[in-house]
């Protein structure tokens, strides 16, 4: 009985409205703020402009640093250093992530690049000038640059919590000496930053002991725990907003030592001041994506089924602090297989500190594992997609537990139908166009879906409008725009009555912005809070003796498109705008708050998905061109139709840089990153992008939440990268495992 209601329930959905932007017309005017724009409301007095001066040595002590001549350059305001800096009670780890700050407390320097003292000037040319003049002399020490040349040093996380060494299952290394078929390959994912277009910002000023923020963050709350912490002062005096981020993609999960810095000069001077760092800044002091190398074993039997599959990774980490980067996670969990083990292990090196990347984990995970799938499928004599098939994981071996909904084999059917793939010649290298080859491959894409508890607050006003706040942000997603509509179709109203405000911390408690978890935390939180303002709508109408609805029982009382009327007679009603009118025009006001069912843990809950990538190979550069890319997903409810595929989109192209291009590079003697601009850190634009077609198959996972709705802002950039990795050996029958696939290694290759 149950399952069949569930087979009923698990159907695709007619695709919702593409509305627009919530925020749109304000970006494109102008009108809508980022951070770095605000020029008030401070406290009289004039902004100072900070410059964070970074260390030019990968490892080492400061001995001393001479800023007379810096402080008495034009416009100077103050020169902060570690030897005259505040000493700050600098407290424990926040959350969401253990952050090892460098806010001029001590003279150690652990990488090239790191903050060791901030310039104050009316101007921030001034602060630039200033900061060449300041003399300083190091005490330089080895330093561990050779990432590749170290691996034998890789040691067990410092951390256990996140150890994935603890998950094995069966005997792989025994599957492995028995298999028929058996694939060992090693695999390479180079550090990677996340460059979003805005880059980061903090305004800082002081009333007394309250600090306010402008700053640009994915998690207004946890900026606020931790300044408070850092600080040493109450989160109550800690004030953050930030209206609109221009992309965070993670590095602007956690709070980083710049935001520090800023409140820290602005106390000094009693100014307000605003620290922007520069496109350079950002490679080093705000996080990148940790290199990764995978060793991946797979073994099958003649009938194509997984019987073993081994993943063991060795991350580079900061000298600061273990981030885990779970490339080995997918492994465990995208395909059944007999057995299953996986490792990761970490080499200390003096780069800046690696963080959350989008979709971090599955995005080199996916990478590497579907490659060697491909790879896999080859030796097996096997369409990619069959052999997918024939090991698709019914449950989660891994954690042993149900899926909340999957919907993968139609991910592949439609994707593949929409393709074209039944047409794609298996052997490499016959299939050519002018002067290129042209090749095609698939792979799958995979996230986990993450709900938090999330609050909002409902209120309706005397003119007839209703607002919506919740302390959560927008880092460019179209979180704005859904809220909206989720309010709108709460509540029985149009969207054009609805207005919302986010990214302000005296608003009602949100998750972060990360893990793709918004819309499914703040979605259910905004249902909930809507339900209970229409509630005390009702209330009010029945206890008020000038109501038509007055003295009615609550059940027999509705609330709709701005309405409280009788459910039987529903002309007996009133609109609630002159239900506020007599009642003194106060607005009528409610929070609400949504949080994860207790069953929620005794499932697996993933997005899926199928990507199919077609690419042309010049012959003689061999130079790749991504001339197609089709894709289908399934993520659950798409809220809107044109925001939430233009996510999925820009994690599509986004595995296309993952592919061909990106890479930071080092300077091997000064470890300082020699491509730190987006005119080396290549990206990729317009010409680098062929066709994209996307789809979703809009089934409501409706044990994850009550929309139905899983995160998408993560998901896009899995599987895409190894689709084009394995579209690029089916051209050439060239296969590179050092990644990005840059001509110079198909040339070799
Ligand atoms: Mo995302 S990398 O979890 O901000």
């Known amino acids: 009985m149950i399952e069949i209601e569930q087979a009923q329930e698990e159907q695709s959905k007619p695709l919702p409205q593409p509305e627009h932007r919530y925020e749109g017309v304000g970006k494109v005017t102008g009108k809508a703020k980022y951070v770095a724009e605000f020029t008030g409301p401070f406290p009289r007095k004039n902004m100072v402009y900070a410059y964070m001066v970074q260390a030019t040595i990968p490892s080492g002590d400061l001995v001393s640093m001479d800023t007379r001549v810096a402080e008495r350059a034009p416009g100077v305001v103050a020169?902060?250093?570690?030897?005259?800096?505040?000493?700050?009670?600098?407290?424990?780890?926040?959350?969401?992530?253990?952050?090892?700050?460098?806010?001029?407390?001590?003279?150690?320097?652990?990488?090239?690049?790191?903050?060791?003292?901030?310039?104050?000037?009316?101007?921030?040319?001034?602060?630039?000038?200033a900061a060449?003049?300041?003399?300083?002399?190091?005490?330089?020490?080895?330093?561990?640059?050779?990432?590749?040349?170290?691996?034998?040093?890789?040691?067990p996380l410092k951390t256990t919590s996140r150890d994935p060494n603890t998950k094995n299952r069966g005997d792989a290394n025994k599957a492995l000496s028995e298999a028929q078929v058996k694939l060992e390959q090693t695999y390479v994912t180079p550090i990677q930053n996340h460059n979003p277009m805005e880059p980061h910002a903090t305004i800082a000023w002081w009333e007394g002991e309250k600090l306010s923020v402008y700053d640009t963050t994915q998690y207004i709350t946890g900026d606020k725990m931790s300044l408070a912490r850092v600080l040493n002062i109450a989160q109550d005096d800690v004030h953050v907003m930030c209206?609109?981020?221009?992309?965070?993609?993670?590095?602007?999960?956690?709070?980083?030592?710049?935001?520090?810095?800023?409140?820290?000069?602005?106390?000094?001077v009693q100014r307000p001041v605003k620290l922007v760092l520069g496109r350079e800044q950002m490679f080093g002091p705000v996080g990148a994506r940790p290199t990764t190398v995978n060793t991946i074993k797979i073994a099958a039997g003649p009938d194509g089924k997984i019987t073993g599959l081994k993943h063991d990774a060795v991350i580079h980490a900061s000298m600061l602090e273990d981030f885990v980067e779970q490339s080995p996670g997918v492994s465990r969990m995208l395909y059944q297989s007999g057995s299953n083990e996986t490792s990761l292990k970490v080499v200390e090196m003096n780069y800046g500190v690696p963080t959350f990347m989008r979709a971090p984990g599955e995005s080199t995970g996916t990478a590497v594992l579907e490659i060697a799938m491909d790879e896999m499928a080859e030796k097996m004599k096997m369409d990619p997609v069959e052999f997918r098939l024939l090991n698709y994981a019914e449950k989660d071996l891994s954690e042993d537990l149900p899926w909340s909904s999957k919907h993968l084999r139609e991910c592949y059917a439609q994707a593949g139908e929409r393709f074209g793939w039944s047409k794609r010649n298996a052997t490499p290298g016959q299939t050519t166009e002018g002067n290129e080859y042209i090749g095609h491959g698939m792979a799958t894409a995979v996230y986990g879906a993450y709900r938090s508890a999330a609050n909002a607050m409902v209120r309706f006003l005397p003119n007839g409008r209703v607002f919506i706040g919740i302390g959560s942000q927008d880092l460019g997603t179209g979180t704005y725009t859904i809220l909206q509509q989720t309010a709108a179709q709460a509540l029985g109203m149009d969207l054009s009555l609805i207005d919302v405000k986010m990214g302000d911390s005296t608003l009602p408690k949100a998750p972060v912005s990360g893990g793709s978890q918004s819309a499914a935390s703040i979605g259910p939180a905004v249902q909930a809070a809507c339900t209970q303002a229409m509630l005390k709508l009702a209330d009010l109408a029945i206890g008020d003796p000038k109501s038509p609805?007055?003295?009615?029982?609550p059940e027999d009382v509705a609330v709709e498109k701005g309405r409280v009327f009788l459910k039987k007679t529903s002309t007996q009603g009133e609109d609630f705008t002159a239900l506020i009118a007599r009642n003194g025009n106060r607005p009528v006001e409610t929070t609400g708050s949504?949080?994860?069912?207790?069953?929620?843990?005794?499932?697996?809950?993933?997005?899926?998905?199928?990507?199919?990538?077609?690419v042309g190979v010049d012959k003689d550069t061999h130079m790749v061109r991504v001339k197609r890319l089709v894709a289908t997903y399934d993520i659950g409810t798409l809220l809107n139709h044109k925001t939430g595929l233009n996510q999925l989109m820009g994690g599509l192209v986004w595995s296309v840089g993952f592919a061909l291009h990106e890479e930071t590079h080092f300077d091997p003697n000064t470890g300082r990153t020699v491509n730190e601009s987006l005119a080396e850190y290549h990206v990729p634009v317009n010409s680098d992008v062929g066709e994209v077609d996307v789809t979703v198959l809009n089934i409501p996972d409706m044990k994850f939440s009550p929309q139905g709705a899983r995160g998408i802002g993560e998901i896009g950039i899995t599987g895409g990268m190894a689709a084009i990795a394995n579209a690029i050996y089916n051209a050439t029958g060239k296969r590179v495992r050092d990644y990005p696939i840059t001509p110079d290694k198909l040339l070799q290759a």
């Not at 300083?136 to 040691?155: C, S, T, W």
């Not at 956690?254 to 000094?268: D, F, G, I, N, R």
């Not at 609805?549 to 029982?553: E, I, N, P, Q, S």
């Open 79 to 129: 020169v902060i250093t570690p030897f005259n800096a505040p000493k700050l009670p600098v407290g424990k780890p926040q959350p969401p992530a253990k952050r090892s700050l460098k806010v001029l407390q001590d003279t150690k320097i652990d990488y090239n690049g790191q903050p060791i003292a901030v310039v104050l000037a009316e101007s921030l040319v001034q602060a630039m000038f």
């Open 549 to 553: 609805v007055h003295g009615a029982l």
């Open 132 to 155: 060449r003049l300041i003399g300083i002399k190091y005490a330089p020490q080895p330093a561990k640059l050779d990432f590749m040349g170290r691996l034998g040093e890789a040691r």
């Open 243 to 268: 209206p609109i981020v221009g992309g965070g993609f993670g590095s602007k999960g956690s709070m980083w030592s710049h935001v520090v810095l800023a409140a820290m000069a602005a106390k000094l």
């Open 594 to 614: 949504a949080e994860p069912s207790e069953t929620s843990s005794s499932m697996s809950k993933h997005s899926w998905g199928a990507v199919f990538a077609e």
